[in-house]
């Protein structure tokens, strides 16, 4: 317990939602199924009258996430259809919203393809930046660290800015989790994330979030979910709290795999550019040490080709080509095959829980069989 008498990390991911303790009762309840609830015969529907906006398990999960993340949360079926959700409750026609432009692509994708379509502008900025004027912006979107080029972005300043001009902030918080930082505190009106990631940190479920202290925006939030269905399924969620218990744990060992995979990449020749943003020569080491509470275990790597990749990922025995991150398996995409706009030989690594002498040993091996 720190002096201001607050749990730590690990006591908080261990806790976090979890009911009072009742004798005979398991300490995490098992999934409520989404079948139908009995309904009182005289008032009718009570908080739990119909699976999709009413569920026990799903709500523990959120309560978690809450706790986590220092607001109120709503779980989705997946990170896109939580910052979809949050887009097109805030967004109107006429509006202005601006999008990381090295950020996930298919938030760019899902601008061009539907935004665009009802009227909303769509703008861009690199996560390092530099920003236009939020002048005439209904709402900024951040992702930082960014996904894959592992950017950050000053949050509490660029949300001064943004609300100074009358726009809303939302932070992407899937690379960093609310254990690596907490938008909402850095003054950010939302935090989404997709918590399929390291977040959940298993490779077994889909799942998103959206947190805010907003009640208004919570409420319209919550209101799009129960309408156009995009919730998770019951199990999905309680595997997800059930996951979070080790999130401390979990993301210690990925950031220090990432450091000494990072540290040993950079000495190499034979890669040409390194990124992580916990390296002391990083662009993004200022201020990430400045605002992030763990840098996370992702490293961006760029091996000159398609080819070289192939027979990186082909060499190695621990190294698995995948494109979800965040698990407890050490996994590499090149981002290139996915429209991403990235060299060809970029490659996104990210470091699982394995022993540290093993992997940076594997991984060094893979490369000079290359």
């Known amino acids: 317990m720190s002096r201001d008498g607050s749990y730590g990390d690990g006591t908080r991911s261990v806790h976090a939602g979890l009911p009072a303790p009742e004798p005979g009762q398991p300490f995490l309840p098992g999934p409520v199924f989404a079948a139908p609830y009995h309904l ?4 009718g529907p009570g908080r739990d009258g119909y699976g999709r906006p009413d569920n026990p398990t799903r709500r523990r999960l959120e309560a978690a996430i809450g706790e986590l993340e220092g607001g109120d949360a709503r779980a989705f079926a997946s990170g896109q259809a939580a910052v979809t959700a949050v887009l097109m409750t805030v967004l109107r026609p006429g509006d202005t919203v601006l999008l990381p432009a ?7 994708s899902f601008a061009a393809s539907t935004l665009d379509g009802l009227g909303v502008r769509a703008a861009y900025a690199p996560t390092a930046g530099p920003y236009p004027s939020f002048d005439g912006v209904r709402l900024v979107l951040l992702e930082t660290p960014s996904n894959p080029g592992l950017d950050v972005c000053d949050v509490a300043a660029l949300s001064a800015a943004a609300k100074a001009a009358g726009a809303l902030v939302a932070v992407d918080n899937t690379t960093a989790t609310p254990l690596g930082q907490r938008p909402l505190d850095l003054g950010a009106d939302i935090s989404v ?3 399929t990631k390291a977040l959940t940190g298993h490779s077994d479920l889909l799942l998103g979030y959206a947190a805010t202290r907003d009640a208004t ?6 209101t799009w979910r129960n309408q156009t269905g995009g919730i998770p399924g019951a199990f999905d969620a309680w ?3 059930r996951s979070l218990a080790t999130l401390d744990l979990r993301l210690a060992r990925q950031s220090a795999n990432a450091a000494a995979v990072a540290v040993a990449l950079a000495a190499r020749s034979d890669v040409e550019r390194v990124r992580w943003p916990g390296l002391p020569d990083d662009p993004s080491y200022v201020v990430a040490e400045r605002q992030m509470r763990r840098i996370p275990g992702l490293v961006s790597i760029d091996l000159g080709s398609a080819e070289r990749v192939a027979a990186f990922l ?4 621990l190294v698995f080509a995948a494109t979800s991150f965040g698990g407890l398996h050490t996994s590499a995409d090149r981002r290139a ?3 991403d706009d990235t060299p060809p030989g970029f490659l996104r690594i990210s470091c699982g829980i394995e022993d540290t002498a093993d992997l940076v040993a594997d991984i060094t091996a893979a490369l000079d069989a290359t």
């Open 40 to 43: 009182d015969p005289t008032t």
């Open 102 to 108: 090295d950020g996930y692509y298919a938030v760019r």
């Open 193 to 195: 994330a997709s918590g």
């Open 217 to 222: 925006l919570l409420e319209r939030i919550t």
């Open 239 to 241: 595997l997800a709290h």
């Open 314 to 317: 082909k060499a190695s025995k």
């Open 337 to 339: 095959q996915w429209g």
